[in-house]
């Protein structure tokens, strides 16, 4: 079963290329996952490794764990589950009051 890895610290001109070799030396990589910018299509500088079995997944984070790659100390560890985030309608996550829809009216006093 494959197990998935978090890798952080990348720097960002790290590519999926780079880290499938740099896996491949604890075992078979059977995805590497490059997180990028929706909009810049950057990396965010973190990425997810998926190596063919646990012990394989064992060797990559005690071989890469600390490691220096391109100046940057990586952090390797076991992925945890993605977090649910809360939907708050359609502000799209950016709920509350809708006061800066409502309509308002300036000085309303009128002189006779």
Request: zero cysteines.
């Amino acid at each position: 079963m494959d197990v998935k890895l978090y890798v952080g610290n990348l720097s960002y001109t790290t590519t999926e290329d780079d880290l499938r070799a740099l896996f491949a030396q604890a075992g078979t990589v059977t995805s590497a996952a490059l997180i990028k910018d929706r909009d810049t299509g950057k990396s965010k500088g973190f990425a997810f490794v998926e190596m063919s079995n646990q012990a394989e997944a064992q060797k990559a984070i005690g071989m890469f764990n600390s490691f220096k790659l391109e100046d940057r100390t990586l952090v390797v560890n076991v992925a945890r589950p993605r977090e649910e985030r809360p939907n708050n309608g359609p502000a799209g996550g950016f709920g509350g009051n809708r006061r800066g829809h409502e309509r308002r009216g300036g000085n309303t006093a009128r002189r006779f």
